[in-house]
Nanobody, 126 residues
Framework: QAQLVESGGGLVQAGGSLRLSCAAPGRAASSVATGWFRQAPGKQREFVAAINWSGTRTNYSDSVLGRFLMIEDNSKETVYLWMSNLKPEDSGIYYC???????????????????WGQGTQVTVFS
């Protein structure tokens, strides 16, 4: 499977914004669903957002709903996570993941994902 590469993490003040990118080579030619997950120190990795291949359907965790936006650009084989109104509790390592699925499906269960990136660090300070 193609290697996923996340980028865009960094240090930001509470209330600020960041855009994460997940480069997914081959995504345009394959029907894959993509998800974003995060893991804070001492905590389990948790679901953040998911999108289907065509970008027509998304799903967000309650904690980020209304603040985060996940979109895909298959022309660039990249999936983005726009994060706004960031809070300190949004800090953690953010991972993107992919799994083959029908074009109309997104996946929220991290156990279903088969391909993971190395993650990008997001730190939100107050």
């Amino acid at each position: 499977q193609a290697q996923l590469v996340e980028s865009g993490g960094g240090l930001v003040q509470a209330g600020g914004s960041l855009r994460l990118s997940c480069a997914a080579p081959g995504r345009a030619a394959s029907s894959v669903a993509t998800g974003w997950f995060r893991q804070a120190p001492g905590k389990q990795r948790e679901f953040v957002a998911a999108i289907n291949w065509s970008g027509t359907r998304t799903n967000y965790s309650d904690s980020v709903l209304g603040r985060f936006l996940m979109i895909e650009d298959n022309s660039k084989e990249t999936v983005y996570l726009w994060m706004s109104n960031l809070k300190p509790e949004d800090s953690g390592i953010y991972y993107c993941a992919t799994v083959r699925r029908a074009i109309n499906l997104f996946v929220v269960n991290q156990r279903d994902y088969t391909n993971w990136g190395q993650g990008t660090q997001v730190t939100v300070f107050s």
